[in-house]
């Protein structure tokens, strides 16, 4: 069983930045995806930002230019850098890491953008 913590969130002005971390309780070696999502009070939860075992990096068109995801395999984690911030990136942030057939979920961590 793998364990996602997230930390980072906050409450902070439009047009700042914030950095997410989502460390995993084992090697993160053998995993074939890991992403962050977001979910804002009322909508589904969306994809924004993966990182595929070969460092191919895919995201949202509205957080493209703006977000930028990447990994450190020593430090079995995976952080979402955030830059520009804006009112509509509010949301709970949860990664997800994806080994083969089995996924696992943080349990989120809150943005608030205050404008």
């Known amino acids: 069983q793998v364990q996602l913590v997230e930390s980072g969130g906050g409450v902070v002005q439009a047009g700042e930045s914030l950095r997410l971390s989502c460390a995993a309780s084992?090697?993160?070696?053998?995993?074939?995806?890991m992403g962050w999502y977001r979910q804002s009070q009322g909508k589904q939860r969306e994809l924004v930002a993966v990182?595929?075992?070969?460092?191919?990096?895919n995201y949202a068109d509205s957080v493209k230019g703006r977000f930028t995801i990447s990994r450190d395999n020593d430090k079995n984690t995976v952080y979402l850098q955030i830059n520009s911030l804006k009112p509509e990136d509010t949301a709970v942030y949860y990664c997800r890491f994806t080994y083969g057939t089995r996924s696992y979920w943080g349990q989120g961590t809150q943005v608030t953008v205050s404008s």
């Open positions: 990182i595929l075992s070969g460092g191919i990096t």
């Open positions: 084992g090697s993160i070696f053998s995993v074939s995806a």
